[in-house]
Structure formats: structure tokens, C-alpha cells
């Protein structure tokens, strides 16, 4: 069963937020809180705010770490941010030479992901990581 859960970074404090309240997808699909972090009663979308939703992929990494939208993780010597593209979650990278590769993520519903998958940082906290070619 695939869980939808978000974490959320502000731009403004430059952290991510612990406890975010509540929250849910209006008639439009737009991600809006419905109570706040401090129980004030709000309901306004986050793109209205310094607020960015990042979602769970359904997957951990080797150590049991769950791994969201724009986590950094580390496969052998390769260093890839998990990226939301279209309908599905991808990893990607910048070469040495400066491409762009991109490799899908196996189906999450299959659960198949490298077995040597581990979260190193996210790109919001640590984005000196993704400078490791």
C-alpha cells in the first residue's frame, strides 16, 4: 500500500519544518494546509509561501531511511538526486562533462531499488553534494 506523506522545506528559515499540522489536496490537486504547525486554522496553498512540499517516494534506502523528492543518495561512487518527473520519481545527475543523466526509479510498487541505495543529505541542506561527480 503506497503511503502519501510530504516533508516540507521553508525557504525563508532554510530548515525543514518538524511539524507541519495538517494538511491535504484541494478540489484543484494543490497541496494546502489546513491547520498549521501551531494550530492556527489556515487554508491557503503552499505556493503562497516560502513553503516547498517534498514527497515520499514509498522506498527506504539500505539503512531504512525513507527517501523523498530531493534526497541525495549515494549508489557505489555515484552521487544522484531523486527528482519528480512527470508520473513517477527519477534519478539524476550531472556528469563530468556536464549531461544530464536521468534513470527511471523501478516501479516503487514493485519496491525495486539498488540494494546499495543510501541517503546522504537533500539537496536543500547539502547541496555541496551534488558538485561529487
Not at 489546513?34 to 534506502?61: M, R, V
Not at 527517501?67 to 527528482?83: A, L, Q, R
Amino acid at each position: 500500500m503506497e503511503i502519501i506523506k510530504y516533508k516540507f522545506w521553508d525557504k525563508e528559515e532554510n530548515n525543514f519544518i518538524e511539524d507541519f499540522g495538517t494538511y491535504g489536496l484541494d478540489h484543484t490537486g494543490t497541496l494546502s494546509v489546513i491547520c498549521g504547525p501551531f494550530g492556527e486554522a489556515w487554508t491557503e496553498s503552499l505556493e503562497d509561501h516560502a513553503i516547498i512540499p517534498l514527497q515520499y517516494t514509498n522506498i527506504k534506502d539500505k539503512n531504512g531511511v525513507e527517501i523523498y523528492d530531493g534526497d541525495i543518495v549515494k549508489i557505489g561512487k555515484v552521487v544522484w538526486e531523486i527528482h519528480w518527473f512527470r508520473a513517477g520519481f527519477v534519478l539524476k545527475r550531472t556528469t563530468v562533462h556536464g549531461h544530464l543523466q536521468v534513470r527511471r526509479m523501478r516501479s516503487l510498487k514493485e519496491g525495486v531499488v539498488h540494494p546499495d541505495m543510501e541517503v546522504i543529505g537533500n539537496k536543500f541542506k547539502n547541496p555541496e553534494l551534488l558538485n561529487n561527480k
